[in-house]
């Protein structure tokens, strides 16, 4: 994932300090080193990166509720069982959102976390993560817009929109580190168009761009929202977006289904940022991003599994083989069969890697990431080709991994540490998580 795209046989990477010190084939590599990690017959790729998740919604995947319903009804499901979550609730759903991460290829993820009830707070999901040991793009979520006031989640879980903004503050004062490596970061995300006000838009706009962190929201999910928009602002979400100061490459939406061309052609201007979840827009029914016209606007688009009460899986190389898929669907609809344009091409599964990687650290605005190249951090996952779900597809082990059963990774290394070792999560004992968060969902789902 090098501006050249290269692809070493027999290569080999040498990492020092957690960052890549040298790449090229073996032969031409130090032959010793502290710990040597003998890939010979996997595949290694530059680490994932998740660009939008709500790691608590782990907690609440497939409720019978919730299971066969549009956006805004899953959504007035599931508030009244997330305003049940404790701190110990974040701190365990994070943990378990992060393994399924790491096993899946992940090596850094953003999250959204915009509702802390019963004195939750940000700070349980970080250190949740650092245990665990993947980088982590911590959004500071809001919601300030309750029923009452003419938005959509009950009263009871928003916030005062001074107290939002002040612990806005108090995260990136504590946590935000914006150098090269950073294992933490923080984002500022007010949650939706219809869960905030235009004036916390504006606010936390203003509180983000004074210390540089990144902006990030919830756009064009829907139909609904659309027409929520046009009703209650008189603008459409991405022209309500521009009033309200959300433009930039300091800003990335999730989603951004709901577009015109001119919309594609603002974000493109302004270097926005969106977040492709194809499992939850499919599985919300909520409509097929034009991803293929981003990136012919030059858009910088990552992926993002979701959820996970949307996916409901946080697989993340699973997502990339979802988004190949998503695309080429998107391209039948519009007659691609039909079509004699030999330059239409479907998107390939390098271009979805690349979506996984490159993209999503451009979307979270990232240059220390996303690719195997020296000076950049020492993130890779790496894949035994020995197995079942490759047998038979040795010609193109690139393409394999995505054209064929997304697997479970064997090795994740973030900062030149192993996340994954021997296809297990090394950081957590699994089981003993496992049963936790079972204990911890069976109590939020009881009334
Ligand atoms: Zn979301």
């Not at 009244?80 to 991460?101: C, G, H, N, V």
């Not at 936790?436 to 109590?443: E, G, L, P, V, W």
């Amino acid at each position: 994932m090098d501006d050249r795209q290269r692809e070493i046989p027999e290569g080999g990477l040498f990492m020092k300090d957690g960052f890549i010190d040298q790449v090229g084939p073996s032969s031409e590599l130090p032959e010793t080193a502290d710990e040597v990690l003998d890939l010979k017959n996997y595949i290694v790729f530059p680490g994932l990166v998740n660009t939008h998740h709500h790691f608590y919604q782990t907690l609440t995947r497939a409720i019978p509720a919730a299971q066969d319903a549009n956006l805004f009804t899953w959504l007035k499901t599931l508030y009244p069982i997330w305003a049940r979550m404790t701190a110990e609730d974040i701190f365990i759903s994070t943990q378990t959102a992060l393994s399924e991460l790491a096993l899946s290829g992940c090596t850094t993820a953003s999250d959204h976390l915009y509702l802390f009830p019963n004195g939750s707070k940000l700070d349980d999901e970080i250190f949740a993560a650092m245990e665990i040991g993947l980088r982590i793009q911590a959004s500071r979520g809001s919601m300030s817009l309750g029923e009452s006031k003419g938005g959509l989640p009950p009263d009871s879980v928003v916030e005062n929109e001074d107290s939002i903004l002040k612990d806005s503050q108090r995260l990136i004062q504590e946590y935000h580190d914006p150098k090269p490596g950073a294992k933490v970061q923080i984002v500022l995300a007010p949650c939706s168009p219809f869960s905030v006000t235009g004036e916390l838009m504006k606010q936390s706009a203003g509180l983000a761009r004074e210390y540089g962190v990144h902006l990030h929201t919830h756009l064009a999910e829907t139909e609904d929202e659309e027409q929520f928009c046009l009703e209650k602002f008189g603008h459409r979400p991405v022209g309500y977006m521009q009033e309200v100061g959300w433009m930039g490459a300091d800003v990335w939406f999730a989603h951004a289904v709901w577009v015109n061309d001119e919309e594609i052609q603002t974000f493109a201007k302004n270097r926005c940022g969106v977040a492709h979840c194809p499992s939850s827009n499919m599985r919300l029914a909520s409509g097929i991003a034009p991803v293929m016209r981003y990136r012919a606007a030059d858009v910088n688009v990552g992926l993002g599994v979701d959820g996970s009460a949307s996916n409901d899986g946080s697989h993340l190389l699973a997502e990339v083989r979802q988004a190949m898929l998503l695309a080429r669907v998107n391209e039948g609809i519009h007659g691609y069969s039909l079509s004699n344009d030999v330059n239409r091409k479907l998107m390939t599964a390098r271009e979805t890697l690349y979506l996984g990687t490159r993209g999503g650290a451009a979307v979270l605005g990232r240059g220390d990431i996303g690719s195997l190249e020296i000076g950049k951090c020492a993130d890779f996952f790496a894949i035994n080709l020995n197995r079942f779900e490759f047998a038979g597809a040795q010609l193109d082990p690139v393409s394999a991994a995505v054209f064929c059963q997304p697997v479970n990774v064997d090795y994740t290394v973030v900062g030149g540490k192993f996340v994954v070792k021997d296809g297990r999560i090394f950081t957590v004992d699994h089981p003993k998580l496992i049963e936790k968060h079972n204990k911890a969902a069976k109590r939020l789902s009881q009334v």
